[in-house]
């Protein structure tokens, strides 16, 4: 990890930035695409049982999270927990797997941006210039994702103040359409149009199955920590409330689509909230949900590149990556480089096509698990160690809390397997895996004496002291 003269991040967040920054990135555009999708697999009430079942389950990862925020405050979050508690080289791998999840999600909002856009203007879309897995790639759908990401790279040189700023007015605008949604619901809505309630024990799992990449978000907050003027403790608070509020909204999602949508509808639907809140009231109310959208689309973006880049930062200044990667802008000192690198990786995503949004989702997902497991296993010999116990939040009363969250994230990781009914898709989703694996064995690689482990361990623990 960094030594004393390593550069240091500065101090502007406060509770609302961390929360803006959590929520902006759980609650995206995601929900906006694969409800519909989500509804018809599981059912309306089961797909949001399994909503409200996975948030039972990220509670908990989230509980491990708050725990290890309020011990070790320090940019790159997972990278820092797993450096301490299960060494350099596990930590440069759990770096690079929860990497992969950020570039899924903002992958996702790259192709997903054209998609929006073709919604509100519907002439904006050019003829193909080629294929993807049957989709069209056009000219306009490269060149408006190509935009975004660069744009997004552009707040985010700038400084993590406005990006911050971004996401508390995208955040207002998607929780306004949201809340639209649920209302209309609740006056409009129909008890018939609610079934099937369940479809099937697959159905159920499949969704279960997505919703990691949902709920990526609340680990933002342990990756800006250490640019937080909070106490620790306060950190680990915020991640548990952004978690909450997160799966109550993808379940009221999924209840006021069934409630104003039949299932014949929902399956000739594009975008079901969409469709939802036009039956409701007409191009207004679904040109309101569209707006909700673009900004959830901007505020998930702006969020996961926020965490991509201080991860990327934590790994260069640690020498897990190339050392030039922790270095910071001379003027705004923002992780420049950090951003330029994410940059190259999402500027890939244009060139895919509309059906790599749900090769992204899973993928994402997969990648989000197993940070989930190396995270519980640090966390585990951390308790054990007695570290850092000065700041910990009030939860080791629960020794059994890390092994069931070892035990659950495992079981979760179990369900991406080529042998379970919902595994990830040969060939695409695992070429994702495969081509980020193999990045990752030429990039990465701790080089680190264990004198040196030992002072950065230390100097950690007098970090979270403070």
Known sequence: MSTPEKPKLKRVLNRKDLLALAW?????WGWVVLSGDMALSGGTLGSALAFLFAGVIISLVGLVYGDLTSRIPRAGGELAFCFVGLGPKRSAACGWVLCLAYVAVCSFEAVALPRVLYQIFPGLETSPLYYVAGEPVSFSSIAIGTLGVLAVSFV??????????????????????????????GVGGSSENLAPLFVSASGFFGVVMMTPFFYLGFDVIPQVAEESNLSPARMGRIILLAIGLATAWYACVQLSIGGLLSAKDMASAELAPVEAMRMLGGDWAARLILLGGVFGIITSWNACFVGGIRLVFAMGRGEMLPSKLGNLHPRHQTPAKAVFFLTVVCLVAPWLGKRALVWFVNAGAFATVCAYFFVACAYLRIR???YN????????RFPILPRLVI???????????PWSPVALSWPWEWAILITWAFLGICLCGPRMTNKEYDREKARLSIMGRE
């Open 384 to 386: 054990r160690e007695g």
């Open 24 to 28: 902006g990135c759980m609650v995206g």
């Open 407 to 417: 035990c659950v994230t495992f079981a979760f990781m179990l369900l991406y397997a």
């Open 389 to 396: 116990d000065s700041k910990g939040l009030d939860i080791a």
């Open 156 to 185: 985010n040189i700038v400084g993590i103040r406005p990006a911050s700023l971004l996401q508390i007015l995208g955040g207002g605008i998607l929780s306004l359409a949201g809340i639209s949604l649920f209302v209309g619901a």
